[in-house]
């Protein structure tokens, strides 16, 4: 799915019956664009909006995209996929297997450019009336901690920014500080930054 509008409609559809109590969005890279692009839409709709947002490993949406996967032959693609570290070696050993993927993975870097695009071009865009907690990882190539600090023009509320050392995928393994984001815990909750 690329259309970053019915993927929208989808999910505030399957979320609606959970809306009931409270709640916090979290998304890991492309899925912190995600989880930022459905609170905009849960806040635009005047329906219930989260505590807090939360998102590890996401520059900001006014970020431009890296890459379009529209302009890669299947060698770029393939060689850019492989770069992220993301994808196990063996994967890309298996010519059926990546003919399978390929189309997903480039769907998916099409929906984030589109997110992307639709931040910077909309401008009734709203900034969000929760609280955003970003993690960043200090190598992180992808998202520096500098693109992921700039959560903070995106919301009403604080920003709450934490960085660790490593790469794109660092914070990926590290659940407890994932879960203390969401949850609020306080050395993250601080509204400063933190580096730990």
Do not use: N
């Not at 809306?19 to 329906?47: K, N, T, W």
């Not at 998102?55 to 431009?64: Q, T, W």
């Not at 500080?177 to 400063?192: H, T, V, Y």
């Amino acid at each position: 799915m690329d259309d970053p509008d019915v993927l929208l409609t989808e999910l505030h559809t399957a979320i609606r019956p959970w809306l009931d109590c409270p709640f916090v969005l979290m998304g890991y890279s492309m899925g912190g664009l995600i989880a930022h692009a459905l609170a905009c839409r849960l806040q635009s709709s005047g329906g219930p909006t989260p505590e807090r947002l939360v998102v590890a490993a996401c520059g900001s949406p006014d970020h431009p995209a890296r890459i379009d996967p529209d302009r890669m032959d299947h060698a770029e693609f393939t060689a850019y996929v492989r770069s992220l570290g993301g994808t196990p070696d063996a994967v890309f050993e298996h010519a059926e297997l990546l003919d399978m993927l390929l189309p997903m993975l480039r769907a998916d870097f099409r929906l984030v450019r589109r997110l992307r695009e639709a931040a910077t071009a909309w401008p009734g865009w709203p900034r969000l009336r929760c609280p955003i907690t970003a993690l960043a990882a200090q190598d992180d190539e992808h998202a520096t901690p500098q693109q992921v600090a700039r959560w903070a023009d995106f919301t009403q509320g604080l920003l709450h920014c934490t960085s660790i050392p490593g790469g794109h995928f660092s914070l990926w393994q590290q659940p407890q500080l994932l879960m203390d984001a969401a949850l609020g815990a306080p050395g993250i909750r601080s509204g400063q930054a933190v580096t730990g």
